[in-house]
């Protein structure tokens, strides 16, 4: 049984920062490439940042400077930093792991999801 358990959120002031955290279990972690995710009331859900299993990063426009994710495999856990944060980045975040099952296919897990809220 995989879970992915995203902790973190909260309510910050615009500009301020906050961190999460998605902590995997079960042995899927080291093989899986790791992404954030978010999803404001009324949107699509929309990708936010993804890294490799060799460290390679990925960001949406609107996060690129702001955003930092990473992962530490030791801890089978992925972060999302957030600073400079803006109420536009208000949403539901949700951490994915995309773990290989071969043929160029994968199996795409999801947590619970997160709330962040940014006032102003």
């Known amino acids: 049984q995989v879970q992915l358990v995203e902790s973190g959120g909260g309510l910050v002031q615009a500009g301020g920062s906050l961190r999460l955290s998605c902590a995997a279990s079960g042995s899927i972690f080291s093989r899986s490439a790791m992404g954030w995710y978010r999803q404001a009331p009324g949107k699509q859900r929309e990708l936010v940042a993804t890294i490799t299993t060799g460290g390679s990063r990925n960001y949406v426009d609107s996060v690129k400077g702001r955003f930092t994710i990473s992962r530490d495999n030791a801890k089978n856990t992925v972060y999302l930093q957030m600073d400079s944060l803006k109420p536009e980045d208000t949403a539901v975040y949700y951490c994915?792991?995309?773990?290989?099952?071969?043929?160029?296919?994968?199996?795409?897990?999801w947590g619970q999801g997160t709330q962040v809220t940014v006032s102003t």
């Open positions: 994915n792991a995309d773990f290989p099952v071969g043929l160029g296919m994968v199996h795409r897990y």
